[in-house]
C-alpha cells in the first residue's frame, strides 16, 4: 500500500533457474544455451503478467503497470545486456522490470507522484472553492446594491410626497393645521418640524 490508500502491484515469481544454470556452468556453450532460457523465461512471465491485467483488480487504486521484481541485481543486468529492447517489450505490456536497486527508487518515484498529485488536486478544490464563493459574495453585492438603489428610490418619492404636501401657498400641512387651529376635533398634532416648513414655505411666496 502507498499513500493515500493506494496500491503498487509487485510481481517477484520469476524464474531464475536458467539463470543460476549459466552462472554456475562450466562450458560457454551452456552458459549461452542458459542464457536464452533466462531471457525466454522473463519474456514468458512478462507475457503472462501482462495478460491477467492484476492493476485493474476490485478494490485496488493502482496504476496501469506493474513492477517484475528481480532479486538478483546481475541477473536483469544481463538480460538487458543481451536484449536491449525487453525492458520496452515489457512495458509495452504494462509491466516495469525492477532490480533491488531499482525497487526502491521506482516506489519513492510513484509515491512522490501520487503526492505531487494529491497537491495539485488540493489547489484545483481550493481554487474551485474559492471561485464558489467569490461567486456567492458577488449575487450578494448585487443584491445589496439593487437594495441601495431602491431605498434611493424610495426616498426620493418620499421626498418628492412629503414636498407636495409642505411646500407652496396653501399646502395641505399649513390648511390641516389652520383647521386644527379653527377647532377642529382632534386629539392629533402634527409634528411642529412639519408645521414650521409649511408655514415657511408658504411664507415665502
Not at 46 to 75: C, M, Q, R, V, W
Not at 80 to 91: D, I, K
Not at 139 to 144: A, D, F, P, Q, R
Not at 179 to 194: A, T
Request: proline letters at 3%; zero cysteines; a negative charge.
Amino acid at each position: 500500500t502507498m499513500p493515500d490508500k493506494r496500491h503498487m502491484i509487485i510481481d517477484s515469481k520469476v524464474s531464475l533457474l536458467a539463470y543460476n544454470g549459466m552462472v554456475n556452468s562450466a562450458d560457454a556453450t551452456d552458459a549461452e544455451r542458459f542464457l536464452k532460457l533466462h531471457l525466454e523465461s522473463i519474456k514468458a512471465h512478462i507475457k503472462g503478467i501482462g495478460e491477467k491485467y492484476y492493476h485493474t483488480g476490485k478494490g485496488l487504486h493502482s496504476p496501469d503497470f506493474i513492477l517484475l521484481f528481480i532479486p538478483i541485481e546481475s541477473a536483469l543486468v544481463v538480460a538487458l545486456q543481451h536484449e536491449p529492447e525487453l525492458y520496452n517489450l515489457a512495458y509495452d505490456k504494462n509491466v516495469v522490470l525492477v532490480s533491488p536497486t531499482l525497487l526502491l527508487a521506482t516506489l519513492r518515484t510513484v509515491a512522490n507522484v501520487w503526492m505531487q498529485e494529491k497537491r495539485i488536486q488540493n489547489i484545483e478544490d481550493i481554487l474551485s472553492a474559492a471561485g464558489g464563493l467569490y461567486d456567492k459574495f458577488h449575487g450578494y453585492l448585487e443584491s445589496i446594491m439593487d437594495v441601495g438603489k431602491k431605498l434611493e428610490a424610495a426616498q426620493d418619492s418620499y421626498n418628492t410626497a412629503m414636498n407636495r404636501l409642505s411646500t407652496g401657498r396653501g399646502n395641505l400641512i399649513k390648511r390641516a393645521a389652520d383647521l386644527k387651529k379653527m377647532g377642529v376635533p382632534s386629539n392629533r398634532e402634527i409634528p411642529q418640524d412639519l408645521t414650521d416648513r409649511a408655514n415657511d414655505s408658504d411664507s415665502d411666496e
